[in-house]
């Protein structure tokens, strides 16, 4: 340094600097190292931030006054810069030489100036609104300009006159127009044109925060501020960022998913090949030794390893991996920054044994010390946001990747995966994953951190670490052990969890049956059964943690107490004084954190695996093949043709439909009929590609509408069910409904068709249902429709009006495709042709005439039919002509129990007057009505008099709502009765000794280390050794009996109990409660809820209570070692008070509000699944994913904010 500042400016002068009372840095350092630093980082982080700025463009800023401000006072700094370099050559012209220097340091920060000015408008191109580079730059150009700042007015104020008056101005200008600078850069510009911001009604405050905002999360406030004053509620939550939306995140995942795929079947392909491969003839050579020998090949193919599966594992790390890394990256620094508190304790503790130092050194050492403290939390909390923000992705993406697969899987993959299964997947997998990403870091920081902590211990107290490195590597094996075990139970009490959850899936479908028949009790003898195995099974589980559990939270002590024990005996020269014993204890402190995490991430990850595993698994089912119906074929004239079509519900299986020919013409009505399994549904299934095509072809041209045999109802309105998705035409519904016998049952519904519908249509009767199906195929106008025995659900006389009206040669689909499975033979003579099936194969096919004739299946089928159902349908035939055919039985039936608000006697009445004034009025003129069908238009005024207002009906299926306020005292006392109140009790009791044997393990090291002050350290060694392992002992026998007692023990009892509560109570629940509640929302207190109950809550109790004995403890030790500490403690503990009541308040919202969301996206996926079939004929795919998509993102709404108010 001494070429560039010169003999006269010294770099370093202790004296001057630290032994001093009044400390100053020379100039010579000011002007290189305090000048350079901000440049060096400004010119090192350019690059990358360009080349990212470069990649991630959002817009253009207008240009601003802040933004011309800001570029006016960079060139202001560049001139400044430049006047010192022309006064310095101005002095070299007048023969005054300065040190290189003066030409150096204003050279290289007036480019600097001009660098962060060209940034700051290449910012405002890329739509940057806020920089951070730039606020750290000129905060450390600020920081950096203090020292000389304070120097140049102690010159001034010990000098009679300024020497360099030119320096001394501009570097005051140079000082006011960075600070300017960075007070400016704290500012926000306002958003980039054409921003989604602008467009969104209430959008998420993050997206247009500052730097420091983001960095404090204090744009957060306004929420916190809104959840203090009211309950927050839905409405009150912003929009989710555009980067965190399903939109954005699944499409990034399944593209991954994809390549993998495509990888792993190419892998396949090349392994078929092998398997092919043939030796070459006899007199080819395949290499230059030789030929190979039909046993070479035999060996080569023996060694052929299985085909290599699609890793799930590696899309999510392409997908998610790079934003997980910045989180990373925070880590890495925080961890850094962990390590300079002890090496400041051990400069604290020297002061104070210095009588001559100089007072500065302790404040000095005090403020590094906060400053250190402060930097550490603000990385730590943006590592932790990095990481929650993964989690939250993850989660989308895989239940966005389990719905999209959930609707295209084969037949054959639904029998492996259950709805509960599935939903199990969604719930519980999907959480490990985001558990997981919290603390994944560990993986690599903790050895990190042990490894420093180990190096700084070596420095401290030499060899005798190694005794404690032999403690960590003794406790490896144990864990390793403990963690394969853990894994082998987490996969057997998920498999119980499935079963569970399928079963109770079962139960809630068929409730009525099972109340009916009341078989509650053996039902839930059988969940219980389960329930018992799955709480043997984490029984199991927590003996493994509560043994894993005390070995690395004893380890830290292990390793102080081994250490500390070898180092004093191992040489009587080796003093533990109080900066060795404080220092090391402040280190062996930092090494209790990633040994205490090291076995909670490993378990995570073991239980992650599992999950990864299982979501695999899924991904990896064979999908329905969507060409396998040809949808353009134009080559013939026939609307569905099916040629030597053969087909299976499984691969595996065998055929179900053996050499099908069918060629079906243009608007002509096929009916399709067989004796009970001979194939006519699946018939129906493979046109829809519902099965697997082992050979022929299939072709449909156009659109196509289906109507199941088991009809699927929506939890919508009946008006939604019919419309499907399309724009709604008053003429064209109205004339559906009175197609499909529809009209009279509005009258008898609440809302009439505004009328919420429960899920699977449970307040709707069978017929209804049916009829509902029909008007939406209908309402869809399709060009092939797809009929599965419509008419079984309804009565005879109404069968008869929908084949007129709808089916039939005359009827409302005259003119389309339709293929009719049908049990009834009266409609067969109206129909173009018939397929009579006979096991699995198409037996005849022509005329009912033709058929006839020919005396084969299709004659022995109608023979076998009963002549008491022909006599019936006859004798509703001629009933059907004397009465109104709008107003079939079964549409006055089975509405009583879905009335709101009125008692059912009133409704019985209701509809008996209107029965009777039925009758009368068909009887004063029996014959004036006719079957056939009316036009719609005749009745078209009558349907939609504008004077005929429904009632205001109340929904069916009501909103699930959450609590508000403080969770009540009620809450915890019932679990703590489910636990035992007074083993509640001595579970506090006993984290109490065990807080209290830490803290006097400690207190005990003090009194060792004042040994060394009184000259007494070896008589006393054995008793100081054998009292500190004592109390080590005890707080790890406590922590174990603590484990077995809580984990092992109460709080699975009240994990049990509280599961049969629930159970007793949704079995013992009246009818209308399965109506008025989705089965969505009770597995999710099945899955979801009672996961917490059996794994979250004893960890969050586990955790709570330890802070809550420890800060206890510390605070008795402060207050009795310094008693003016009590006075700080009051104040203190009100701020605190009132902080935890300001953010735990919308904290606790936010939760709630979580898990009221959370619900309809189970409830959407099982009714999904239910209907997938049908979803998948309409074309509605795109829709329904949509719809998913919509729920989760509002559940990521409450969760997102929930996230930022625990930072």
Known sequence: MERLCGPKLPFWVANQTLHTDSPDLPECFQLSVLSWLPCVYLWLACPPYLFYLQRNNKGYIMMSILNRVKTVFGLALWIVCWTDLFGTFHELQQGDTQPPIYFVTPLVVGMT??????????????????????????????????VPFRSKILQAKYQSEISDKLRFTTFYFYFSLIVAELIFSCFNEKPPLFSNIDTDPNPCPQSTAGFLSTMTFWWFTSMAIKGYKNPLEAKDLWSLNKGDSSEVIVPKLLREWEVEQAKAHSAKDQSTQALYYKPPPVGESNHVGGESSPEEVEVLLSKQKDPKKPSFLRSLIKAFGPYFLIGSAFKLLQD????????????????????????????????????????????????FQYCFVTGMRLRTSIIGAIYRKSLIITNAAKRTSTVG?????????????????????????????????????????GPSVLAGVAVMILLIPLNAAIAVKTRAYQVEQMQYKDARIKLMNEILNGIKVLKLYAWENSFKDKVLEIRQKELNMLRKTAYLSAVSTMAWTSAPFLVALTTFAVYVTVDKNNILDAEKAFVSLSLFNILRFPLNMLPQVISSIVQASVSLKRIQDFLSHDELDPESVDRNNTATDSSVTVVNGTFTWAKQDHPALHNINLMVPQGSLLAVVGHVGCGKSSLVSALLGEMEKMEGDISIRGSVAYVPQQAWIQNATLRDNILFGKAYNEQKYHCCLEACALTPDLEVLPGGDLTEIGEKGINLSGGQRQRVSLARALYNEADVYLLDDPLSAVDAHVAKHIFDHVIGPEGALQGKTRILVTHGISFLPQVDNIVVMVEGRVSEMGSYQE????????????????????????????????????????????????????????????????????????????????????????RKHAESDPEKKLPKVEKLIQAETAETGRVKIKVFWEYAKAVGPLLSLFICFLYGCQSAAAIGANVWLSQWTNDAAQNVT????????????????????????????????????????????????????????????????????????????????????????????????????????????????????????????????TSRQLKRLESVSRSPIYSHFSETVTGSSVIRAYGRHNAFVLMSDMKVDENQKSYYPGIVSNR
């Open 113 to 146: 100036m001009l660098l962060a000015t060209f940034l700051i408008q290449f910012e405002r191109l890329r739509g940057v609104q806020s920089s951070g580079i730039l606020f750290i730059f000129w905060f450390l150009s600020v920081l950096c300009a203090i």
């Open 336 to 383: 850094l920054i962990t390590f300079v508190n002890p090496q400041l304790l051990k400069l604290l503790i020297v002061f104070t044994k210095q009588k001559g130092a100089p007072t500065w050194w302790g404040y000095a050492l005090a403020f590094l010390m906060f400053f250190t403290a402060f930097l550490q939390t603000l990385i730590l909390h943006q590592h």
């Open 421 to 461: 299964e599935i939903v199990n997947l969604m719930s519980v997998d999907a959480q490990r994953f985001m558990d997981l990403t919290t603390f994944l870091n560990m993986l690599w920081s903790a050895p990190l951190q042990i490894i420093l902590a180990l190096y700084f211990l070596w420095q401290n107290l």
């Open 851 to 938: 058929l006839l004739k020919q005396n084969g299946a299709f004659a022995e089928f109608l023979r076998n039919y009963s002549l008491e159902d022909i006599i019936e349908e006859d004798e509703a035939t001629e009933a059907l002509i004397d009465e109104e055919e709008d107003f079939p039985d079964d549409a006055l039936s089975n509405h009583t129990d879905m009335v709101d608000n009125e008692p059912v006697v009133n409704e019985a009445k209701r509809q008996f007057i209107r029965q009777i004034s039925i009758i009368s009025g068909d009887l004063e003129n029996p014959k004036s009505r006719s079957v056939r069908k009316r036009l719609c238009s005749e």
């Open 1018 to 1145: 070896q008589e006393n060694v054995s008793m100081r050794v054998g009292v500190y392992a004592a109390l080590g002992m005890a707080q790890g026998v406590l922590l174990l009996a603590n484990c077995l007692l809580s984990k092992a023990y109460s709080m699975l009892r009240a994990a049990k109990l509280m599961h049969l509560y629930m159970l007793q109570r949704v079995l013992r629940a009246p009818q209308g409660f399965f109506e008025s509640t989705p089965t969505g929302r009770v597995l999710n207190r099945f899955s979801k809820d009672v996961d917490i109950i059996d794994s979250h809550i004893p960890d969050n109790i586990d955790i709570w209570m330890r802070t809550f004995w420890y800060t206890v403890n510390v605070l008795i030790v402060c207050s009795a070692l310094t008693p003016l500490f009590l006075l700080v403690i009051v104040p203190l503990m009100v701020f605190y008070w009132w902080v935890q009541r300001f953010y735990v308040a």
